[in-house]
């Protein structure tokens, strides 16, 4: 494999959606993001509908990781590209979804903590995607994929809106939170405060005594 880009048989565009829902959020992010849309091969040829696939990125992924190249590895777009002009695949429109925060990702969910990201996919992008491009505009022709928090966004986002998307496919998605993340939460609270007390026969006080009979108490 050639470690340099190759010339698209579709191609990309690179623009940017104002999105009212995500101005204002509460950790001050952009509310005008980055959108990228792959176009199929003959696309601009005939005058005819494509399906569409909504691409979400993982953890501390951001828009322009799609194009990153790496030894003895195609670049996703690339890859994608050489499916449908090879025609292992019908042609698709290709969206590459923008959500990146300050704490380097939002789940695609709508938070208080982050801002309405998973209303901005679902009620700013996909309109917009539709009202500029020639998509099939029905569920049966709308799929959303993604990649780690990607894959969560990918396997919520239909449950929650299967008006919109009518397939998925998450890659490592993001999942079994009580099993990874809540026996953390118990560690981090034991952490959370030390005080130390002593015991005397006139009872225990706080902070005082010799340091033999200090016995260091973890709180809350």
Not at 62 to 89: C, K, S, Y
């Amino acid at each position: 494999m050639l470690p340099w880009g190759v010339e698209l048989a579709g191609r990309l565009e690179q623009t940017t959606i104002v999105s009212e829902l995500l101005r204002g959020n509460p950790l001050g992010d952009p509310h005008e993001r980055p959108i990228w849309v792959y176009l199929p091969p003959g696309y601009d040829d005939a005058d005819v509908r494509h399906p569409t696939v909504y691409v979400l990125q993982g953890y501390t992924g951001h828009l322009t990781m799609w194009a990153n190249r790496t030894p003895f590895r195609q670049p996703f777009i690339e890859t994608a590209d050489a499916v449908f002009a090879t025609g292992r695949a019908p042609g698709c429109i290709v969206v590459y979804v923008d959500a990146w925060t300050a704490y380097g990702g939002s789940q695609f969910v709508d938070s208080p903590g982050t801002g309405r990201y998973h209303s901005y996919l679902c009620d700013e992008v996909v309109p917009w995607v539709d009202a500029n491009y020639r998509t099939i505009p029905a569920r049966e022709s709308r799929a959303v994929s993604g990649k780690s928090s990607g894959g969560f966004g990918a396997m919520i986002t239909p449950m929650l809106r299967p008006d919109l998307f009518g397939a998925l496919a998450t890659h490592a998605g993001d999942s079994l939170y009580e099993l990874s993340y809540v026996p953390a939460f118990g560690k981090g609270a034991g952490c959370c405060a030390t005080t130390t007390t002593t015991s005397s026969a006139g009872g225990a006080t706080s902070g005082r005594g010799p340091p033999s009979s200090r016995k260091p108490t973890t709180t809350c």
